[in-house]
């Protein structure tokens, strides 16, 4: 098993002025300790469980192209982006320029997207729940056709482009890898067994039925399961070294491969380095 960082919260002692330095110590010490993701959240205002909205919260993408080049080994992505909020042509060149410029760490983290208030905030599109999950089809579709070799139109019945040109492609083929946020049982985990390389699922009593779910939509398609990433995003890694061990073993038990989580008090690096020495030699074999 790995483990993956996911930075949520950007409000830390040395405020606005410090935060560059603070996200560049952030970024190296997840790499030596051996962490092999990095994520942050696709919001423009803070969360409810995070902190209170008012927060510091920085532009998905506009963060990760930074920390492409504050690291070199750890694969970078939202989690996950908010379908509605690019178009998928325009995703589709972002993903690829951050793979490019990462020299192949990119991935795309997608899903139908949530906050409401956030959007109406700042006046960005949210039209209804069935129309997110409609683009977030397309989207999927859109993107794989300009990782591809297919420069031709798509017709859609929310978008349509008339050339699906991608230059440079991405370093990653076939593509950079597609990672699902979400758990829904009929929508989400169908998409995620038509087109994903990874899931994400939440640390929880459902766990296993999600996955067995998942199995099934992989029958239905003719999708062999194995080849679907299985990825958790946990509470944050706050428990004790060798509680925390015994509980991935257990995840690692039912087939999950990636264990992304926050980190209190992340910017104080220390605790980044426990992990690193305590749990991630420990779980290396799940």
Request: net charge negative.
């Amino acid at each position: 098993m790995k483990l993956g960082l996911h930075i949520a919260d950007f409000t830390y002692p040395n405020g606005p002025t410090g935060l560059a330095d603070d996200l560049t110590r952030i970024a190296v010490a997840a790499e030596e300790a051996g962490l092999s993701r990095i994520s942050v959240m696709d919001h423009v205002f803070q969360i409810g469980p995070v902190g209170p909205i008012e927060n510091d919260m920085l532009e998905a993408y506009t963060t990760l192209g930074y920390l492409a080049a504050r690291t070199e080994r750890v694969e970078l992505l939202a989690w996950v982006t908010a379908v509605s909020y690019r178009d998928p042509g325009l995703l589709a060149k972002i993903v690829t320029t951050l793979d490019v410029l990462s020299k192949g760490r990119a991935m795309l983290g997608i899903g139908a997207a949530w906050n409401e208030e956030e959007s109406r905030g700042l006046g960005l599109f949210f039209p209804s729940t069935k129309e997110r999950f409609e683009r977030l089809e397309e989207t999927l579709q859109i993107c794989l056709q300009m990782w591809g070799d297919d420069e031709g139109a798509y017709e859609g019945t929310h978008y349509t482009l008339a050339r699906t040109m991608n230059s440079p492609q991405s370093l990653r083929r076939p593509h950079p890898p597609i990672l699902i946020g979400g758990a829904g049982e009929k929508k989400t985990l169908r998409m995620v067994a038509q087109y994903a390389d990874a899931c994400n699922l939440f640390d929880g009593p459902e766990l296993s039925h999600k996955l067995d779910v998942l199995r099934q939509h992989c029958d239905d398609l003719g999708r062999d399961y194995d080849t679907i990433e299985k990825t958790v995003m946990g509470p944050a890694y706050a428990s004790e070294p060798k509680e925390l061990v015994a509980h991935l073993e257990e995840l690692g038990k039912l087939g999950i491969q990636q264990f992304h989580g926050l980190m209190p008090d992340v910017s104080e690096i220390e605790p980044i380095r426990r992990l690193g020495a305590e749990v991630v030699p420990a779980v290396a074999e799940f």
